[in-house]
């Protein structure tokens, strides 16, 4: 019996978007899997804000067949709105209402009981840690304390996905590092995470898959892995025991950096293991002693520099 292929939580195809002669996206597609976090990177003006604006129905595509849970987004706009929840760069949080006002006002949004509403108000105030501060206004939290209070609204609707755009702006790093866990736990809860950061090390801590958009296109998809040996620089240094070893290898190899006072040569690899395979089983076959050895692949942003260009002229979108 053939297993049915799970269903997407996000699929866009060939989705467009310009605003006068100015292209923001130029049919990109994408596919989120359900309980996943995706994560969305690009420069200013690459088009991820535009990307999460429509998919979330504040803006509508010129171009493209998206679904979001299930659903068409040109005709089943309010399905998907009930599917999902946004957290913007800037909060919604009202700062005037207490942080269980601005819960329970959300409820009523959601038209949900006022039983239900405070109930739902309760719970996520406990899950983010904000119960000794429920009853003060929102205008006294810190950064990090609306910010989590701005996550716990867009969750009361209890939402399949989350649209999450550059989250973690302007918070210091115990706070980072906090939402980071809030994000993760979500996701092991069963809520998909679409998340833009402009922190790439954000995005190589949490994202089961990355897309990096440049100008409207995209121009690389993958786990951070894989992208990051689509950046070049990567090497495996190996260190010899005496400089016998390092010039005999340096001869098998040929133009490679070496290092002769720390007796280290560096070979040039992807990092993967098939990379790694073939460099020892030469050095196998030529009978060349390693003492150690160290893989260095480039990090996220490598990848980012390789892959995008950058313009002080470019608009955010």
Known sequence: MTLATPQPAISAVGLRKS????????????EVAAGTIFSLLGPNGAGKTTTVQI???LVSPDAGDVRIAGFDLRHDADAVRESIGVTGQYSAVDDVLTGAENLTLMGDLHHLGRRESRQRAADLLERFDLVD??????????GGMRRRLDLAMSLVGDPKILFLDEPTTGLDPRSRRNMWQIIRDMAAGGITVFLTTQYLDEADELADR??????????AEGTADELKRLAPGGHIALRFADSAGLNYAAHT??????DDENLVLQVPSDGSVKSLKAILDRFDDESIAIDDLTIHTPDLDDVFFALTTHSEKATRR
């Open 19 to 30: 605003f006068g002669d100015k292209t923001v996206l130029a049919g990109i597609d994408l």
């Open 55 to 57: 998919l979330s129905t």
């Open 133 to 142: 501060s429920a009853r003060a206004r929102a205008g006294t939290y810190s």
């Open 210 to 219: 990355i897309a990096v958009l440049d100008r409207g296109h995209l121009v």
């Open 253 to 258: 190899f040929g133009e490679v950096a070496r």
